[in-house]
């Protein structure tokens, strides 16, 4: 079975309550699903949310009857999605994340079909292979389609190992820091549209998001070609939120890792 697990919690230190701020009347969480509702390889879907009270908000967002809710760890992500993955048996994952509100269901599709014509452990969109290291890299997509498949095998045996922060909250990043005990797929595109921001962490990533969403008709299902298609027509919105590194979460995250490992040896 394939399970989409949408990870969604409501807290966040950049934009609190984010993924339940609305556009015409629609929080970022419905558009999510509804974008991953459109993919025609996911058997299921299933929001990961914190058991925190104030996660209730986002379980009580949820109005689509093909969505099914799991509660667990907060910070260690990692233990969430494994958790919920062995509970609806899934023996495929695709991550999906809440802050990415224009997910195009045709490149799900895409990676699942990469994945299942081969071998991999892990296939995404966001890693690049550099001489002997992988590396997290926009592979010429915009920031906000990030896509990662992966089998329940490559989950456990990160659940498993997994000892830093940053891998236990970004759930997957075991997996290329090991890249010997795993085979990895990665997913170019053919040209580089990385300058294009659309992952909301801040209020400028949100009123850029609401313009590309408002000019499109409403209930529209975004897909890549048409959005990129609107930025060349308008290349100046990029600016709106271009002063906004696409890493700054997983750099946050590495310098939690040098932190933690200075604790440990002090």
């Known amino acids: 079975m394939i399970v989409a697990i949408i990870q969604a919690r409501y807290s966040s230190t950049r934009l609190p309550g984010k993924i339940l701020m609305e556009i015409n009347d629609k929080s970022i969480l419905d558009y999510v699903i509804n974008q991953v509702q459109h993919s025609k390889k996911i058997d299921k879907i299933v929001v990961a949310s914190p058991k925190k009270t104030q996660d209730d908000l986002v379980v009580n967002s949820i109005n689509s009857s093909n969505v099914e809710v799991f509660r667990g760890s907060e910070n260690d992500v990692l233990d969430r999605y494994y958790q919920c993955a062995k509970n609806y048996n899934a023996n495929v994952i695709v991550r999906i994340t809440s802050d990415c509100p224009l997910i195009d269901p045709t490149l799900i599709d895409r990676c699942i079909l990469e994945f299942q014509n081969s071998d991999y452990d892990y296939i995404s969109n966001v890693n690049k292979l550099e001489k002997t290291s992988w590396i997290y890299h926009l592979n010429g997509f915009p920031l906000g389609f990030a896509v990662?498949?992966?089998t329940f095998d490559a989950?456990?045996?990160s659940w498993n190992?997994?000892?830093k922060p940053s891998e236990r909250e970004h759930v997957t990043q075991y997996i290329p820091?090991?890249?010997?005990?795993?085979?990895i797929g990665s997913i170019e595109n053919f040209n580089d549209f990385s300058d294009i921001h659309l992952a909301i962490d801040h209020q400028a990533d949100f009123d850029l998001v609401k313009l590309v969403i408002e000019h499109f008709p409403d209930g529209e299902i975004y897909n890549?070609?048409?959005i990129?298609?609107?930025?060349?027509?308008?290349p100046h919105l990029k600016l709106i939120n271009s002063h906004i590194p696409f890493d700054e979460g997983y750099t946050k995250s590495l310098e939690e890792d040098?932190?933690?490992?200075k604790n440990h040896s002090d």
Do not use: Q
Not at 258 to 261: D, L, P, S, T
């Open 161 to 163: 190992n997994a000892k």
């Open 177 to 183: 820091n090991n890249p010997k005990l795993f085979k």
């Open 228 to 234: 990129i298609s609107f930025f060349e027509d308008n």
């Open 224 to 226: 890549l070609e048409k």
């Open 258 to 261: 040098k932190i933690a490992e």
């Open 148 to 150: 990662e498949v992966f």
């Open 155 to 157: 989950l456990e045996r």
